[in-house]
């Protein structure tokens, strides 16, 4: 089943304690992404990947790194969380950017994962 | 900068009831406009789309018309049912900057009840 995991689910951390969430695609995607969402605010991009070792900062990028070595994987990592990064985090992914060409790729939305940090 | 406004939720209907969430944006050129939805504990899924004015998205029984004259892309269903509970966002397809993004509005949460 073509499919985009993230782990964990659900999280609660405390304040500086480093943290990864994985995000894996089985789809041979080359573009992946990774947002937040909070109320009131919709999904705000973080980082996105056009390709291996190809990694660009999104819209709200402070705080956070992420990395590309492989292809399915691109884990976003939180050297010391704070409270306000507590959200509903989302990795997604495509064929290739979201608009190229003309044509739209289709992103694909892992499960969510939320995040507390106290 | 490009932006998405949507109406405020919650929209809360009876089943078979007419439902209408709006979508306004703010462009510079012609971007491509969507609505996803997200069903509760999931992540978004692509509802339709509609890449050039006048062009009309469909799916499941839901309609948009992207309509450049008003900035504007409503999303429409004749008769709701409670499977249709969700959070629908709008969104467009941004290439300032450099590169391919997209920009969602806040989200509008839908409440079908029987």
């Known amino acids: 089943e073509a499919q985009v995991t993230q782990n964990p689910r659900y999280l609660i951390t405390v304040t500086g304690k480093k943290l990864t969430v994985t995000c894996s695609q089985n789809?041979?995607?080359?573009?992946m992404s990774w947002y937040r969402q909070d109320p009131g605010l919709g999904l705000r991009q973080i980082y996105y990947?056009?390709?291996?070792?190809?990694?660009d900062k999104g819209d709200v990028p402070e705080g956070y790194k992420v990395s590309r070595k492989e292809k399915r994987n691109f884990p976003l990592i939180l050297e010391s969380p704070s409270p306000n990064q507590t959200s509903l985090y989302f990795c997604?992914?495509?064929?290739?950017?979201?608009?190229?060409?003309?044509?739209?790729?289709?992103?694909?939305f892992g499960p969510g994962t939320r995040l507390t940090v106290l | 900068g490009n932006s998405v406004t949507q109406m405020e939720g919650p929209v809360t209907l009876s089943e078979e009831a007419f439902l209408t969430i709006n979508c306004t944006y703010t462009?510079?050129?012609?971007?491509?406009l969507f609505w996803y939805v997200q069903y509760p504990g999931e992540g978004l899924q692509l509802l339709l789309k509609?890449?050039?004015?006048?062009d009309k998205g469909s799916n499941k029984g839901f309609e948009a018309t992207y309509r450049k004259e008003t900035t504007s892309f409503h999303l429409e269903k004749g008769s709701v049912q409670v499977s249709d509970s969700a959070v629908y966002f709008c969104?467009?397809?941004?290439?300032?900057?450099?590169?391919?993004?997209?920009?969602f509005g806040a989200g509008t949460r839908l409440a079908v009840h029987p």
């Open positions: 997604a992914s495509s064929l290739r950017g979201p608009l190229t060409s003309g044509s739209y790729n289709e992103q694909f």
């Open positions: 789809m041979n995607h080359e573009y």
């Open positions: 509609a890449t050039k004015a006048d």
């Open positions: 462009a510079t050129g012609y971007p491509s």
């Open positions: 990947s056009m390709n291996v070792e190809v990694t």
């Open positions: 969104a467009l397809s941004d290439r300032s900057g450099g590169y391919n993004k997209l920009i």
